[in-house]
Every structure is written in C-alpha cells, then in structure tokens.
C-alpha cells in the first residue's frame, strides 16, 4: 500500500523577541503616511516546529518632502497581545520624491515561543496563533514623523500535515475501499504535531487525467485520524483535504492512487 504525505505547503514564520503591544493610537505631526502595507505577500504566516521562519511586511509610505526612515515595526496578536517575533529591521527604496515602498523583515522562531511567555500563569504556547496586527513609526524628511497602529492584519496560523492511506490495493469493482487518514498540527510547547480532533475532512477521487471533487466528508476522532469507506467503482486517485481555520493552516494530502480491476 502506498501512504501519501502532504508537505507543509506555505510555512511561514513565527519567531523570537518579546514585542511589547502598546495602547491602540495613531499620532505624530505633518503629513505622513503609511498607505498601504502588505504582509507575507497577503498570505498567511504558517509555524512548523523546526526551523526559524522570515517573512516580509511592505509599506508604502507617502510624505510631501519624501520619506526619510522606518523607525520601527511591531508585530503581535490582536486579541491577546502575544508577540513572540524578532524585528530585523527595514529597507527602503524610493519610487517617487514624495513616495517610498519600505520593507520590513520580520523572524519567528517556533523553538522559542515557549519560552517567551513561560513566566506567565496558564501560559499556552499556541495561543500565539491567530489574528495579528502591525504597528510602524515612520519619519519624513522635513522632520514629520507618524505612529500608527494596527496598520494592517494577518494570520499567523500552526502548520499542519495530512496522510492519506486507501486500500486494498489494487481493488475488485464493487468490492469495499477504506480510505484512512491522520491530520496533525504544530504544538509549540513541545515542538511536536499532534493530532488535530473533531475537524471535517474533505474525501476527494479523481479518475487518471481529471480534476478531483469531494464523495464525502468525514471527522477527525480524538487522536485526529480519519476513516471511511467507498464503493470501488473505477481506478483513481483518493485524498483528504484540510480547509484549515484561523490557527491552523490548509492542507491537502498527497493523493493515493488504486486500481480497480
């Protein structure tokens, strides 16, 4: 029998240095701007348990004189203030003599968050996860300087991995296929995954050369594996697929191809 593994398909950051999330303001003097930012590329930033992860955050900042410097960046979630990421500071470049696109780099390190709220009663690691906000002071040439807050959001959400096992292999047409599976997640208090409980599951076929489409869907039982059955019908190619949440990212299996004879 074949097992496919899904690969980590976006695995953005999480990361390493305690960011204090001050009182929501936005003030300064003159006319300074940022007015646009976009983070990770407008995707998701997704934690494994490994590796430090980087992504970019990309201000546009406007200001009648030119702008002059980012004089800092914070990042951290909006709900409870958690802001376990190391600010690697900014570059900037000019695209007009009053308009300049700056860009941050931003460094999450899974194998650190624990750590970074361990003194706090009830501390869990993976409440780190979900809606964030960014926080930037820019500077303008002419002295004009702006902070502000919450600027833009995005999701920092915990990797996750999907099996998908069918069999027998091959199989009689007519006769029974069991279709199983584990979905797990990023636990970044032991730097582990786990299984991911009590999440619906796409199942999915697609016959040799065509496009999959969803039979059925299934849920996760405690330890996050998955199981169900299908008539054998025609040879294809069976997969689970995650469509994630806000903490947890999609995933879609690799898919398992049986012959029916």
């Known amino acids: 029998m074949r097992r496919g593994i899904a690969t980590l398909a976006a695995v953005g950051a999480v990361a390493t240095a305690m960011v204090a999330a001050p009182a929501a303001h936005a003030e300064g003097r003159g006319d300074i701007r940022v007015t646009k930012t976009v983070v990770n590329k407008g995707g998701s930033v997704i934690v ?5 992860k980087r992504f970019a955050i990309a201000m546009t900042i406007k200001d009648d004189s030119g702008v002059k410097r980012v004089t800092h960046v914070s990042a951290f979630n909006a709900g409870n203030s958690h802001g376990p990421v190391s600010y690697l ?3 900037c470049k000019k695209s007009s003599g009053t308009t300049s696109l700056c860009t941050a780099t931003m460094e999450i390190d899974p194998t650190w968050i624990d750590s970074y709220g ?8 993976n409440a780190v996860a979900g809606i964030w906000q960014v926080n930037a002071t820019v500077q303008a040439d002419d002295g004009d300087y702006w902070i502000s807050d919450r600027i833009a959001t995005f999701k920092v959400k915990r990797a996750a991995t999907l099996t998908t096992d069918a069999a027998p292999e091959p199989v009689k047409k007519g006769h029974t296929l069991t279709v199983t599976g584990k979905l797990s997640r990023a636990n970044w208090t032991d730097l582990k995954y786990h299984g991911f409980t009590k999440q619906v599951v796409k199942l ?5 050369g065509g496009s999959y489409h969803t039979v059925r869907t299934a849920t996760t039982d405690s330890k996050g594996n998955l199981r169900t059955t299908v008539k054998a019908t025609a040879s294809g190619s069976w997969r689970w697929a995650f469509l994630g949440t806000t903490t947890t990212m999609k995933v879609v299996s690799t898919g398992d191809a049986v012959t029916v004879k």
């Open 48 to 52: 494994g348990v490994k590796s430090p």
């Open 89 to 91: 500071g900014t570059t």
């Open 118 to 125: 361990s003194g706090n009663r009830g501390w869990d690691a």
């Open 204 to 208: 999915q076929y697609k016959k040799p």
